[in-house]
C-alpha cells in the first residue's frame, strides 16, 4: 500500500517538514511512492517507466528518484 495513503501525510504536508523528517522519512519511500510525489509536484516531469522508456530509453532509480525529491523540496523552500 502507497506511503501516502497510510501515513497521513499529503504530498504538499510532506514537502513542509523539517528537513531532518523529511531526511528520515524519505528512506521509508518505495520507488511507486518517489514517482507518485514526483508526478503529482511537477506534472510535466518524466516520471512513470512506459513515459521514461519511450523519452529517454531509461527509467528513473529509487536512489534517482530520492534525489530528485530532496532537490525539489530544497529548492521550493529556498524560493519562499
Known amino acids: 500500500m502507497s506511503f501516502w495513503n497510510t501515513s497521513?501525510?499529503?504530498?504538499?504536508?510532506?514537502?513542509?517538514?523539517?528537513?531532518?523528517?523529511?531526511?528520515?522519512?524519505?528512506?521509508?519511500?518505495?520507488?511507486?511512492?518517489?514517482?507518485?510525489?514526483?508526478?503529482?509536484?511537477?506534472?510535466?516531469?518524466?516520471?512513470?517507466?512506459?513515459?521514461s522508456l519511450k523519452e529517454i530509453n531509461n527509467i528513473m532509480s529509487r536512489e534517482e528518484g530520492m534525489e530528485i525529491m530532496l532537490r525539489h523540496i530544497n529548492e521550493s523552500r529556498s524560493i519562499t
Open 8 to 51: 497521513g501525510y499529503s504530498y504538499h504536508s510532506f514537502a513542509d517538514l523539517p528537513e531532518q523528517d523529511v531526511n528520515r522519512l524519505i528512506e521509508n519511500l518505495t520507488r511507486e511512492d518517489l514517482i507518485e510525489w514526483l508526478s503529482w509536484n511537477d506534472p510535466n516531469g518524466i516520471y512513470e517507466d512506459e513515459q
